[in-house]
């Protein structure tokens, strides 16, 4: 009997269909690497293990980082949509932009210690690109989580 | 007709990663769409098969794909992207597990969907306790094991081309690897049929 044949073959067949990638997910990688610069750092979401699987309802803090940043976020909602409180580290003025799909991009930069406001930000598939200032270079790149 | 047919068109497998490459490399974003629309699921279902809960495996596969931005002038061999894809998936998902926050048992996931299910058909609510068991004798396998399995399954559709070739794992072939990872499934299935009287 060949393995294809196999009725547990067949079992993990079904699970493997089974366990897709979210129906979105393809649509919100296409739009984090829509961004102008190639040459980017990805940072990586710090999620603490009490907020694992909690996204998205609009309040808290969210920490991202990467070999030479770590960008915290904190995010509260104001009606439609959200005022963001970030901080870099380490500080810097470095410039920040915040994409939001079908909503175009808001831009600021972070003042000495680091630290930048964006208020009325829509909500949405959002993505937070920081171009390193001073001593560092590069761009960092989050990805696109729905916020 | 202003648009040319795309490069990659009527290509498959690995030669038409390749030709996506190219053509991303000269800047034709719509290319990078193209991998990542059909390699996704690839690149979630090695971080799946590494241990990954399905939030992690998210970020995780995100991860990858920008990784892969900086890369697309980089990769010597376009063909290989397949090869890279898994790579790079496995070593990120080895950091978000050493992050200790990327781990959910699969049971505890399982548990979570067939709660949030309305009732079903008993031949349909058989079925589905018959895969839970295999489910959850499936996360006990070693992850070689799992992540094997799962691109085996992959490799075996015909979209897949690449992955098979990748793994050097002609198709409509399991090999001796696999063949015993399924032995091992076998074993973790009848002793857990073992346990109810």
Redesign the interface.
């Known amino acids: 009997m060949?393995?294809?044949d196999?009725d547990?073959?067949q079992?993990?067949?079904?699970?493997?269909?089974?366990?897709?990638?979210?129906g979105d997910?393809?649509e919100?990688?296409?739009f984090?690497?829509?961004?102008e610069d190639?040459?980017?750092?990805?940072a990586?979401?710090?999620?603490?293990?009490a907020l694992?699987?909690v996204?998205g309802d609009g309040n808290g803090t969210i920490t991202f980082s990467v070999d030479d940043l770590t960008v915290m976020v904190n995010l509260t909602r104001t009606g439609e949509a959200h005022r963001i409180d970030g901080w870099l580290v380490p500080a810097g003025e470095h410039a920040v932009e915040v994409r939001v799909a079908e909503h175009g991009s808001t831009a600021t930069t972070a003042d000495e210690s680091g630290r930048f406001v964006l208020t009325d930000v829509p909500r949405g598939t959002t993505q937070i690109l920081v171009r390193l200032a001073g001593r560092l270079s590069g761009t960092v790149?989050t990805?696109?989580v729905v916020l | 007709m202003a648009d040319t047919n795309p490069p990659w068109e009527g290509l498959d497998g690995s030669d038409r990663h390749a030709a996506c490459m190219v053509a991303a490399r000269h800047g034709n974003r719509k290319a990078l769409d193209v991998l990542v629309a059909e390699l996704t699921p690839l690149v979630w279902h090695v971080a799946r098969g590494n241990g990954l809960d399905k939030a992690s495996a998210e970020d995780v596969v995100q991860t990858v794909w920008l990784a892969l931005l900086r890369h697309v002038d980089r990769l010597t061999e376009p063909k290989a992207l397949v090869g890279w894809l898994i790579t790079t998936t496995r070593r990120e998902s080895y950091r978000a597990r050493q992050n200790g926050t990327a781990q959910v048992e699969l049971s505890t996931e399982l548990a979570e969907q067939v709660l949030s299910r309305d009732p079903m058909p008993e031949a349909e609510a058989l079925r589905e306790e018959r895969d839970q068991d295999l489910w959850i004798a499936f996360s006990r396998l070693p992850r070689r094991c799992q992540e094997l399995l799962r691109l085996t399954v992959l490799a075996g559709r015909a979209e897949y081309q690449a992955v098979s070739e990748a793994l050097r794992m002609p198709r409509g072939s399991i090999g001796p690897t696999r063949g015993r990872c399924l032995n091992t499934l076998r074993t973790l299935l009848s002793d857990d049929e073992g346990d109810v009287p």
């Open positions: 060949s393995d294809r196999d547990v073959y079992g993990v067949a079904r699970l493997v269909e089974f366990d897709a990638p979210p997910l393809v919100r990688i296409q984090a690497i829509a961004i190639i040459d980017v750092e990805a990586r979401w710090a999620r603490m293990p694992a699987g996204r790149v990805p696109a």
